[in-house]
């Protein structure tokens, strides 16, 4: 919207209570001729939102914007779920002169929004260890915010911070986790699809070319042909590299498993029966790869749901994904 020189408006959900139809950090962008993007509530609070979005358009100011919830307000705003919601209105048309410029792909880091107290609508860019990069945060709010950005980066949630009279929201700026498959095929191409749909960028390797095609899995997914040798050293999984190995082959297995588990990536899986992984476990071990690197291993992957199907089977997948990515506790196997 910016860069077709229209101004734009930016609504952020940054804190809920009870029960909501969205969760913190869903947004609405509104512009100048009236065009909406997003959503804050579904719907149920989104004209009285754009309503601000237009004020704050015409003056400048930025405002922190609350619902709370009961029935008669419920039924007014169509919001009847029973919850309660902030959401701050601010002009971003500036926000890129602000911070020097918007972060590259490869930031990791935090961006620090004053919603409630002095210097309101200040924002600044943090990175990953807290240091603050660029923006208006005054040195005061920045010596406090440190560890409440690494919090945020760490778990990929943003929060508010209450700092003396500052509420401060701080949001995570990073790139989408990748989710590498390697062993392409049907059930390949379904979890591409369900990781795609929850925000990763999906990865499919594999040694056979007539597989790793993009007409099965589609411009926004980065295919790799090559034995795992080839195609490790390529990802170079990092600390939000999650990783499935969906070959059939214990060939396959024995020279990729390890260097995953020797790897940082923070999640990985593999398909196969319980009698199975009990033997590939085996294999490990006498590779000389230890029990506590063996027992990062999801497997059989995927939560125990039934799964027949390559569709069921990717949901079963993604779920457990899902879990370890928000570290939420599951009932194992």
């Not at 406090?144 to 700092?163: K, M, W």
């Not at 700026?173 to 392409?184: E, Q, T």
């Not at 125990?304 to 569709?311: M, Q, Y």
């Amino acid at each position: 919207m910016i860069a077709t020189g229209r101004d734009v408006v930016a609504a952020t959900l940054v804190s809920v209570g009870g029960s909501v139809p969205r969760r913190v950090e869903a947004r609405l962008l509104v512009s100048s001729d009236g065009e909406t993007v997003g959503s804050v509530s579904f719907g149920c609070v989104e004209a009285d939102v754009a309503a601000h979005a237009e004020q704050v358009m015409k003056t400048g100011s930025p405002r922190l914007v609350s619902y709370g919830i009961d029935d008669e307000d419920a039924f007014g705003l169509g919001l009847t779920c029973g919850g309660t919601m902030e959401v701050f209105v601010e002009a971003w048309n500036d926000l890129s002169n602000e911070l020097d410029g918007l972060p590259g792909e490869d930031f990791v880091g935090a961006m620090a929004t004053v919603i409630d107290g002095p210097w309101v609508g200040a924002h600044g860019l943090f990175d990953s260890e807290g240091t603050l990069r660029s923006g208006g945060i005054t040195p005061e709010l920045t010596a406090e915010l440190g560890s409440e950005v690494r919090a945020v980066v760490a778990s990929e949630r943003a929060r508010i911070a209450a700092v003396g009279s500052w509420r401060v929201y701080l949001e995570p700026v990073m790139s989408a986790p990748r989710l590498l498959i390697y062993g392409a095929g049907h059930t390949a191409q379904a979890l591409t699809a369900a990781a795609s749909a929850v925000g990763f960028h999906v990865i499919v390797a594999d040694p056979r070319p007539s597989l790793a095609d993009s007409d099965r899995y589609g411009e926004a997914v980065e295919l790799m042909v090559g034995w795992p040798a080839d195609v490790v050293p390529r990802v170079a999984p990092d600390d939000r590299t999650y990783a499935i190995c969906l070959a059939h082959n214990p060939e396959v297995e024995d020279s990729l498993l390890p260097m995953l588990l020797t790897s940082p990536a923070c999640y990985i899986g593999v398909l196969g029966s319980r009698r199975t992984h009990a033997t590939r476990v085996e294999r490990l071990i006498e590779a000389g790869i230890t029990e506590d690197q063996v027992g990062r291993l999801h497997g059989p992957v995927g939560l125990s749901i039934g799964a027949a199907t390559p569709e069921e089977i990717a949901v079963s997948i993604i779920a457990e994904i899902v879990a370890v990515r928000r570290d939420h506790a599951v009932a194992p196997h």
